[in-house]
């Protein structure tokens, strides 16, 4: 694990560069939808309420719009993980779960960057049980993680850097 972050716990308001950057997209994208919004001559600010399923629409926009602003301004942004050493966030998992033939590639991430997926990578959050028990692990060790109560066996067969 690295030596300039005390605990995962301290990862809760932290995202990768790469889900950073979508977010950035997103809300420049909810922007220009709310200036189309607004353009159609409805606000729901105005107390003009001429169709409600349109204010409804900007209404829903502008949340958008504030929740995204919010993360952003509120999470640091981690750097792009190059170190393949040990599992941490941004690292690209390959594992093999014990009860399975097939090989699945995951990307490692904290709570925000699995909840705004951008690419072809599956995520597991490092708050999840097995997301947590990856943490600080290496290539070709062997985890334990509970899913009902029940033991998951999960060998590591590679660590990628980010990409």
Known sequence: MRKDIESPLSLFY??????NNHLIQLLKSLQTKRA???GLGTDYTSGLHDDPALVRDIQQTDNDINKISHILKNTEVLPIRTDTSEIYVGNRVVVKFEDEDTEELFKVGTTTDA????NKFRW???ESP???ELLGKKKGDSVIYKINFVDKNVDI???LSEE
Do not use: A, H, N, Q
């Open 14 to 19: 932290s995202m990768t560069e790469g889900t």
């Open 36 to 38: 189309k919004l607004s």
């Open 115 to 118: 909840s705004y997926p951008m």
């Open 124 to 126: 597991v959050s490092i």
């Open 130 to 132: 097995l997301g947590r």
């Open 157 to 159: 067969l590679d660590v």
